[in-house]
């Protein structure tokens, strides 16, 4: 009946269902084309016309229809990501479906272990042991991934996130969308130590995202967050083909035995000016080293001595700031002499651009400032708070998370107004056009 409404061709559907049931075959494969048989001759017999009728369009090149978790997978494997780990969890269980079916191709592991426990605890051995390494969840896993994100920061081990956001808390709605975990990525664990947060906006984002992320996280030796949502992750998005060319591998300071040899002595913790130190595969000759989650001095043994534990504080801290220069920077859209913004991330990137247009019919000049780097914030969120009377944070959550933490970092709280969302749908233009009406202030923010 459907295809008769939509005048799409019968050998079109056969063809579907060849594909949906080629590998049952058999008896499967034969009922679902007779069935369907069946169903033209009754729409026949009932006189079904299309009542919908469909532009042609010409076939376009370089354009492909991806997701973004298998953006994501893509941009691991493109990134010289070699072992993954996960346990299945919505909206994260296409990345590890993704790798899977692909990263053994390229001489890589993808396994499904016990729990998320174990997940992270098996990517940083991996890492440890020279492979990059990543592990993708959702909000209950993140929660019990939070212990090995802890080991990662004080044993200095590169590690790579993915947290798709979803509805929390607890097991909330796993199937809807949200962006309340900004605060648990950012600040999750007990105790001090370095991380970094990347923020997607489209697939073609999650790609080369991925691949940054690899990038920083062998660079400073740290856990790096690649921060998504569930629209993000599970919607299907039409973007241009990756250019591989883009694609490069940066490792940092890992040394080969031949630096090793002109090294006199070799210290993993060693201080620098950077706080990033020099790091060798264990099994390097000359290039031994000890790792614990104690903590530890220059060599990597347990040290419980004042001035070392504050000295090799500062270091690890170090590496947060020293990683800004590295740290994708945001977009700016809309009208640059504008004096009302918005500042969002994800997902949002969509309903804002539109939001935007239909404020400007009636007579709003507007900006946005795309956000693609979480934590740290970077000075283009001063800049642009600078430039603007009001600035309007859009967020998928109750407490505005973002908007805190902006405000955590540069004050500004006379000209942050914050939009939220939190009912488990993503943003319309409509919800940002009506908030930010009813919220403007009556110069409206001249």
Same mark, same amino acid.
Request: with cysteine; glycine share 10%.
């Given at each position: 009946?459907?295809?008769?409404?939509?005048?799409?061709?019968?050998?079109?559907? $056969?063809?579907? #269902?060849?594909?949906?049931?080629?590998?049952?075959?058999?008896?499967?494969?034969?009922?679902?084309?007779?069935?369907?048989?069946?169903?033209?001759?009754?729409?026949?017999?009932?006189?079904?016309?299309?009542?919908?009728?469909?532009?042609?369009? $010409?076939?376009?090149?370089?354009? @492909?229809?991806?997701?973004?978790?298998?953006?994501?997978?893509?941009?691991?494997?493109?990134?010289?990501?070699?072992?993954?780990?996960?346990?299945?969890?919505?909206?994260?269980?296409?990345?590890?479906?993704?790798?899977?079916?692909?990263?053994?191709? /390229?001489?890589?592991?993808?396994?499904?272990? !016990?729990? $998320? #426990?174990?997940?992270?605890?098996?990517?940083?051995?991996?890492?440890?042991?020279?492979?990059?390494?990543?592990?993708?969840?959702?909000?209950?896993?993140?929660?019990?991934?939070?212990?090995?994100?802890?080991?990662?920061?004080?044993?200095?081990?590169?590690?790579?996130?993915?947290?798709?956001?979803?509805?929390?808390?607890?097991?909330?709605?796993?199937?809807?969308? $949200? +962006?309340?975990?900004?605060?648990?990525?950012?600040?999750?664990?007990?105790?001090?130590?370095?991380?970094?947060?990347?923020?997607?906006?489209?697939?073609?984002?999650?790609?080369?995202?991925?691949?940054?992320?690899?990038?920083?996280?062998?660079?400073?030796?740290?856990?790096?967050?690649?921060?998504?949502?569930?629209?993000?992750?599970?919607?299907?998005?039409?973007?241009?083909?990756?250019?591989?060319?883009?694609?490069?591998?940066?490792?940092?300071?890992?040394?080969?035995?031949?630096?090793?040899?002109?090294?006199?002595?070799?210290?993993?913790?060693? /201080?620098? !000016?950077?706080?990033?130190?020099?790091?060798?595969?264990?099994?390097?000759?000359?290039?031994?080293?000890?790792?614990?989650?104690?903590?530890?001095? !220059?060599?990597? /043994?347990?040290?419980?001595?004042?001035?070392?534990?504050?000295?090799?504080?500062?270091?690890?801290?170090?590496?947060?700031?020293?990683?800004?220069?590295?740290?994708?920077?945001?977009?700016?859209?809309?009208?640059?002499?504008?004096?009302?913004?918005?500042?969002?991330?994800?997902?949002?990137?969509?309903? @804002?651009?539109?939001?935007?247009? +239909?404020?400007?019919?009636?007579?709003?000049?507007?900006?946005?400032?795309?956000?693609?780097?979480?934590?740290?914030?970077?000075? !283009?969120?001063?800049? /642009?708070?600078?430039?603007?009377?009001?600035?309007?944070?859009?967020?998928?959550?109750?407490?505005?998370?973002?908007?805190?933490?902006?405000?955590?970092?540069?004050?500004?709280?006379?000209?942050?107004?914050? #939009?939220?969302?939190?009912?488990?749908?993503?943003?319309?233009?409509?919800?940002?056009?009506?908030?930010?009406?009813?919220?403007?202030?009556?110069?409206?923010?001249?």
């Amino acid at each position: 009946m459907l295809c008769r409404v939509l005048g799409l061709a019968d050998q079109l559907a $056969e063809e579907a #269902i060849n594909w949906r049931y080629a590998r049952r075959g058999g008896d499967v494969l034969q009922s679902n084309l007779q069935a369907l048989k069946i169903g033209f001759r009754l729409a026949d017999q009932l006189g079904v016309k299309p009542s919908i009728s469909f532009p042609k369009t $010409e076939p376009k090149q370089g354009l @492909i229809q991806i997701t973004g978790d298998e953006a994501v997978g893509m941009g691991f494997i493109a990134g010289g990501g070699r072992f993954y780990a996960g346990y299945p969890i919505t909206p994260a269980s296409e990345i590890l479906e993704y790798l899977q079916a692909n990263l053994p191709k /390229f001489n890589g592991v993808a396994l499904q272990a !016990e729990d $998320e #426990i174990s997940a992270i605890n098996m990517a940083l051995g991996a890492s440890l042991a020279g492979a990059r390494a990543m592990v993708a969840t959702s909000g209950p896993g993140q929660d019990l991934m939070t212990e090995g994100l802890g080991q990662a920061g004080m044993a200095e081990i590169p590690l790579v996130i993915v947290e798709v956001q979803r509805a929390g808390p607890s097991t909330g709605m796993p199937t809807k969308h $949200e +962006q309340s975990d900004v605060n648990h990525v950012v600040f999750a664990g007990h105790g001090d130590f370095p991380r970094l947060v990347v923020a997607p906006a489209d697939a073609s984002d999650c790609f080369y995202l991925t691949v940054d992320a690899l990038n920083l996280a062998e660079k400073y030796q740290l856990p790096v967050f690649i921060l998504m949502d569930q629209a993000l992750g599970q919607n299907t998005q039409t973007v241009p083909e990756f250019d591989f060319s883009r694609v490069n591998i940066d490792r940092g300071k890992l040394l080969t035995q031949a630096d090793l040899n002109r090294i006199s002595v070799y210290k993993r913790y060693e /201080f620098t !000016e950077d706080g990033v130190s020099p790091r060798t595969i264990p099994g390097t000759p000359d290039g031994f080293f000890q790792v614990t989650g104690n903590e530890h001095n !220059e060599w990597g /043994f347990v040290s419980v001595d004042r001035t070392n534990r504050a000295k090799i504080m500062r270091k690890r801290m170090l590496k947060v700031e020293a990683a800004k220069k590295d740290m994708p920077r945001g977009r700016v859209y809309g009208d640059q002499d504008a004096r009302v913004g918005f500042i969002s991330y994800g997902s949002n990137l969509g309903p @804002i651009l539109e939001a935007m247009e +239909q404020l400007g019919k009636q007579g709003f000049k507007t900006k946005f400032l795309l956000l693609r780097s979480i934590y740290p914030l970077l000075e !283009e969120v001063q800049e /642009f708070l600078e430039s603007v009377n009001t600035a309007f944070v859009v967020e998928s959550n109750l407490t505005g998370q973002l908007a805190g933490l902006i405000r955590r970092e540069y004050g500004y709280a006379d000209k942050i107004v914050r #939009i939220n969302k939190y009912d488990g749908s993503v943003f319309r233009p409509s919800d940002i056009v009506s908030q930010t009406l009813s919220q403007l202030p009556r110069n409206g923010g001249e």
